[in-house]
Structure formats: structure tokens, C-alpha cells
């Protein structure tokens, strides 16, 4: 069993930058596909971006391409999110993911999720 603990989320004003920090524990990190969801009041949730177990292949949603950076780093065992000009439409609940699959970018697919952490990026 997995545990994924999500930190780093907060207020920004748009224009600004956070990353966050997905720490795992319970399970051998660097054989999961990882990614990081949202979900924003009275919508669906959806993929930000998804990392190979390697790291060696990457997504990120149009929506945030060339802004969020996702990254990991094994040895610490911790998923990673930069997110650079925030922009208000960024504002949602951030979910950290594990998969079994080496890569997905369908949440249907991630077995374990964290609690998430509140992003709100004021206009």
C-alpha cells in the first residue's frame, strides 16, 4: 500500500508560482507511473500531467504546457509540480497519483491518490 502526502499548495496572486510536493511512502516509488490531477469546484477532475517511472517521458496538459513542470526524484522518493504563471482558471484541489501502470495519463488507471492541497490563484 501506497501513502501520498501532498504539500505545498496555497493563495498566489496570478502571475505567481508554487511547487508542490507529493511524498511517498509504503511502496517502492520508482516503479510507479506517477501524475498530478485537479479538480475545481463543480467540475470534473483532470489530468495536470503524468511522469514515466523513469522520468524519461512526460505529459502535461495544453493547459498548462510551457507553465507546469512535472518532475521526480527517486532517491528522495517525491513527485514534483512547478507551477509558474498561475493564472486565476489554475485554482482547484491538486491530487497527487501513483499508478501500476509505468505510464498513463488516464486516472481510471492510478491506484493510489493522495488527500490534495488547495492551489487559489487570486486575479
Known amino acids: 500500500q501506497v501513502q501520498l502526502v501532498e504539500s505545498g499548495g496555497g493563495l498566489v496572486q496570478a502571475g505567481g508560482s508554487l511547487r508542490l510536493s507529493c511524498a511517498a511512502s509504503g511502496g517502492t516509488f520508482s516503479s510507479y507511473g506517477m501524475g498530478w490531477f485537479r479538480q475545481a469546484p463543480g467540475k470534473e477532475r483532470d489530468v495536470v500531467a503524468a511522469l514515466s517511472w523513469s522520468g524519461g517521458r512526460a505529459y502535461h496538459a495544453d493547459s498548462v504546457r510551457g507553465r507546469f513542470t512535472i518532475s521526480r526524484d527517486n532517491a528522495k522518493n517525491t513527485l514534483y509540480l512547478q507551477m509558474n504563471s498561475l493564472r486565476p482558471e489554475d485554482t482547484a484541489v491538486y491530487y497527487c497519483?501513483?499508478?501500476?501502470?509505468?505510464?498513463?495519463?488516464?486516472?481510471?488507471?492510478?491506484?493510489?491518490w493522495g488527500q490534495g492541497t488547495q492551489v487559489t490563484v487570486s486575479s
Open positions: 497519483a501513483a499508478s501500476t501502470s509505468t505510464f498513463t495519463t488516464s486516472d481510471l488507471l492510478y491506484n493510489y
